[in-house]
């Protein structure tokens, strides 16, 4: 009886973490597996241990891959994650607590934009058209302001959320001991938005680093590759190198987990603060 009443209670934990098992951990030990394996026998696409290991030599063999093209596509995806997501947090922090602040018809038309911007699919070619007239089109800082546009709609509502539960006698009392605007904001409100910062951080960069669609479209050339393009290299039209494209695949997926590892806490914290005091 007691271990009927134990699955009464935990079936659903069990369902879950059964769930979980096989759709993120099996694929990732598949992942291992086959980059664990040389050309040969990763062909045969199977769930099974090596023969023999030859992870090491698939990771070198990678690196190397075009004159290592693979160190370009990393500092590429390193200076458009940072340059990214640092304007879309300052951007979108400023947004949220001038949106939460005001309560007239601007305000509502800035948010009713951004959940436009969540809703609505990207527009490819008038966007190609429109970097192209101002000599932005492939060039980082164009792709940059493509991903801070397509970012900004979800951060100003993490932000704004969370700014709903900062108490307003701190901006009344920051005016009055002569603070301006600016620095009321950076000085006063941004120190309190660490959790949603945080959360905003982490999420937009793991969408910006494992962006494939907007790098391909909007930064052509092998100059301008980011690591998501680097699977190409491994996959023609009538052959595939499947253990180095797992290896690449893995190599591209160990930051953002590791970043996810260190910080699931706080983006929980910033996705549920707004909602469970606003």
Do not use: C
């Amino acid at each position: 009886m007691r271990a009927v009443g134990l699955v009464r209670r935990y079936w659903l934990e069990a369902v879950s973490l059964s769930a979980v098992f096989v759709v993120f951990v099996i694929p990732f030990i598949f992942m291992v597996l086959t980059a664990a394996k040389d050309r040969r026998e990763s062909a045969r696409l199977e769930f099974s241990l090596p023969t023999e290991w030859h992870l090491l030599e698939n990771i070198q063999a990678v690196l190397e891959e075009q004159n290592g093209i693979m160190y370009t596509a990393m500092i590429n995806s390193l200076i458009l994650t940072v340059a990214s997501v640092t304007i879309t947090v300052i951007l979108s922090a400023m947004v949220a607590f001038v949106v939460q602040r005001r309560r007239d018809r601007v305000a509502t038309v800035v948010m009713a934009l951004m959940i436009m911007g969540l809703i609505l699919p990207p527009a490819l070619v008038p966007t190609i058209y429109t970097l192209q007239a101002l000599n932005l089109y492939k060039t980082i800082f164009g792709l940059v302001l493509v991903e801070v546009t397509q970012l900004m709609p979800f951060s100003v509502l993490v932000f704004r959320a969370f700014v709903a539960t900062i108490p307003r006698e701190l901006d009344e009392a920051a005016l009055m001991d002569g603070a301006s605007p600016l620095r009321l904001f950076f000085r006063v409100i941004f120190p309190l938005l660490r959790p949603a910062i945080i959360t905003v951080i982490v999420i937009t960069s793991v969408t910006v680093y494992n962006d494939f669609v907007n790098p391909l479209y909007f930064l052509p050339g092998a100059d301008n590759a980011t690591v998501q393009l680097t699977l190409f290299n491994f996959q023609g039209q009538f052959s595939a190198r499947w253990h180095l494209l797992f290896t690449d695949v893995l190599l591209i997926t160990i930051p953002p987990l590791i970043m996810f590892m260190f910080f699931q806490r706080q983006i929980v914290s910033g996705m549920t603060t707004g909602a469970i005091k606003g």
